[in-house]
């Protein structure tokens, strides 16, 4: 099956610096990689995402690269809040329809104030 | 409000047992879906259903079952062979076929001593 990898684990950072989450993937027909924030005692919920056609793509502070002839892709957060903090997944999978996505292992970010 | 609501937060079993996990959502999704959770590992698909009455098997569904009567529920039944079941359980649902949209529960934390 799919192997996702992401790292790091965790990942501590000041209040107002960047953060950068990285994942890896194996299976070359992957087209849509969404990224998931999962706060304390919550589901995770969709920040954002990208498709196979595009390089980059930007929401506020948050943005998501993608390079698939390395098979690899990040989530940037600039200017970090505290309220940044939770844990962080990447996923991956054939098509936005499809009905299975390959998880990383998660990434805890704090945000020290 | 809308949303999906899984219940209990919390559940504990002796071993041996089966227990059932609740799951229930008003967004008028037709697809479901079950994950289980695990400390340093992604999410990971246990059964999915994309229409009442019709599931799928996951990537991890041995010793667990499902049934999906109604469009609003999908419990998930853990049952005595599932050799390690104690993980945190999370459900969601989507439209059909749209996983990486799927508004997620907040998870039952099942603890079988």
């Known amino acids: 099956g799919e192997n996702v990898e992401q790292h790091p684990s965790t990942l501590s950072v000041q209040e107002g610096d960047s953060a950068v989450i990285k994942c890896t993937y194996s299976d070359s027909a992957s087209n849509y990689f969404p990224w998931y924030k999962q706060e304390l005692g919550k589901g995770p919920q969709l920040i954002i995402d990208i498709r196979s056609n595009v390089g980059e793509k930007k929401d506020q502070r948050i943005a998501v690269t993608l390079n698939k002839t390395a098979k690899h892709f990040s989530l940037h957060i600039t200017e970090t809040q505290p309220e940044d903090s939770a844990v962080y997944f990447c996923?991956?999978?054939?098509?936005?329809?499809?009905?299975?996505?390959?998880f990383g292992t998660g990434t805890s970010l704090t945000v020290i104030p | 409000d809308g949303g999906i609501t899984q219940s209990p937060k919390y559940l504990f079993r002796k071993e041996g047992q089966n227990v059932t996990l609740s799951c229930e959502q008003n967004l008028n999704h037709d697809a479901m879906y079950w994950y289980r959770q695990d400390p340093g590992q992604g999410l990971r698909l246990i059964y999915y259903?994309?229409?009442?009455?019709?599931?799928q098997k996951g990537d991890i569904a041995e010793g667990y079952s499902v049934s999906r009567e109604k469009k609003e529920s999908f419990p998930l039944t853990v049952t005595s062979a599932q050799k390690n079941p104690t993980a945190f359980y999370l459900c969601?649902?989507?439209?059909?076929?749209?996983?990486?949209?799927?508004?997620f529960g907040q998870g039952t934390r099942l603890t079988v001593v």
């Open positions: 996923a991956n999978g054939r098509k936005i329809t499809g009905n299975q996505f390959y």
């Open positions: 259903s994309q229409i009442v009455n019709d599931f």
């Open positions: 969601a649902s989507s439209i059909r076929g749209r996983v990486a949209e799927a508004f």
